[in-house]
């Protein structure tokens, strides 16, 4: 069974407006990263955050971490269109070693 | 550039006609994976190695097996493929378990 749960499940913003995806999880953590793929593509890694950290940066990318509610966030700033993809949140439990994945969120952005 | 390559990129293959696809990778990694990714789905892990240990996930069907003779390459075996394992098959490796991982652009299986 998935790890992790995302929503929204879709997302259509205009270019420039700021995208949130949110995801939750069950059990304790050692990390949580965040994939993006692109239509027909492999993953590519965008961010990981520990279990220890509340929040981490990079470029536009900003994800926060709240192990108390299971739950992690990342928030896209001034969305291009190239950032249309599907973006997936994938779970490091505290006592396993493999990433457990959402279902994703497919982020359209519209210019 | 260090990378991870996938060959084919599309594969169709018959009912029940055994097919292999292949992974390598440049980076020197100790952890490979292979992934099931049905559409519009998350993908879904078959198996992995850790060096030469092979960890293989509870539900993936014995159709599914995997060889990794060296470092580098990392394959794929489906034996009797059936209608419902058309797929992309993503491989992937981190430097070790629990890293962030590395993909490759994926095999598109077609079965006929």
């Known amino acids: 069974s998935q790890q992790g749960e995302e929503d929204p499940q879709a997302l259509s913003i205009q270019e420039g407006e700021n995208a949130t995806m949110n995801c939750s999880y069950k059990?304790?953590?050692?990390?949580l990263q965040w994939y993006r793929q692109n239509s027909g593509r492999g993953l590519v890694h965008l961010i990981l955050?520990?279990?220890?950290?509340r929040e981490k940066h990079s470029g536009r990318l900003r994800v926060t971490l709240d192990t108390s509610k299971k739950s992690s966030s990342l928030l896209i700033t001034a969305s291009r269109a190239a950032d249309t993809a599907s973006y997936f949140c994938?779970?490091?439990?505290?006592?396993?070693?493999?990433?457990?994945f959402g279902a994703g969120t497919i982020l359209r952005v519209k210019s | 550039d260090a990378m991870v390559i996938q060959n084919p990129r599309y594969q169709v293959t018959q009912f029940g006609k055994p097919v292999t696809l292949s992974c390598s990778q440049t980076?020197?990694?100790?952890?490979m994976y292979w992934y099931q990714q049905k559409s519009s789905q998350a993908p879904k892990l078959l198996f992995h190695?850790?060096?030469?240990?092979?960890?293989n996930e509870a539900d993936t069907p014995d159709n599914f097996q995997s060889r990794r003779p060296n470092t580098s390459f990392c394959f794929l075996d489906i034996r009797s493929p059936g209608l419902g394992d058309a797929a992309m098959y993503l491989c992937?490796?981190?430097?070790?378990?629990?890293?962030?991982?590395?993909f490759g652009p994926g095999t598109r299986l077609t079965v006929t």
């Open positions: 994938a779970a490091v439990m505290e006592y396993g070693n493999k990433l457990v």
């Open positions: 992937a490796t981190s430097r070790d378990p629990g890293y962030e991982q590395y």
């Open positions: 059990t304790s953590i050692n990390n």
């Open positions: 980076l020197n990694h100790n952890v």
């Open positions: 190695y850790y060096d030469k240990d092979f960890n």
């Open positions: 955050i520990r279990s220890n950290e």
